[in-house]
């Protein structure tokens, strides 16, 4: 998945929608470039489905489960802990 691709999986979480206008996905910021090629990608990796039209683009059930996944750094945690312990 391309840096473009997760953020424009990460937009729909940001906000907490499951269905974005093609308006929503062309304003979005890339770094390189964007526009709503990442999401036509993504309806062919199975993340997102589309309208006829290709006017608005809806989450799949495996990009809500991606977007459900929530890594934590490891040092992170072992840090928080300490730093309870420490009070």
């Given at each position: 998945?391309?840096?473009?691709?997760?953020?424009?999986?990460?937009?729909?979480?940001?906000?907490?929608?499951?269905?974005?206008?093609?308006?929503?996905?062309?304003?979005?910021?890339?770094?390189?470039?964007?526009?709503?090629?990442?999401?036509?990608?993504?309806?062919?990796?199975?993340?997102?489905?589309a309208d006829e039209g290709r006017t608005s683009f809806a989450l799949t059930e495996k990009a809500k489960e991606f977007l459900a996944y929530e890594p934590k750094p490891e040092f992170e945690e072992a840090a928080a802990g300490a730093a309870e312990s420490a009070e």
């Open positions: 998945m391309t840096p473009q691709e997760i953020r424009v999986l990460q937009e729909y979480r940001r906000v907490a929608a499951e269905t974005l206008p093609v308006d929503a996905i062309k304003a979005i910021k890339h770094p390189a470039g964007g526009g709503d090629a990442p999401a036509i990608s993504l309806i062919a990796k199975g993340y997102l489905t």
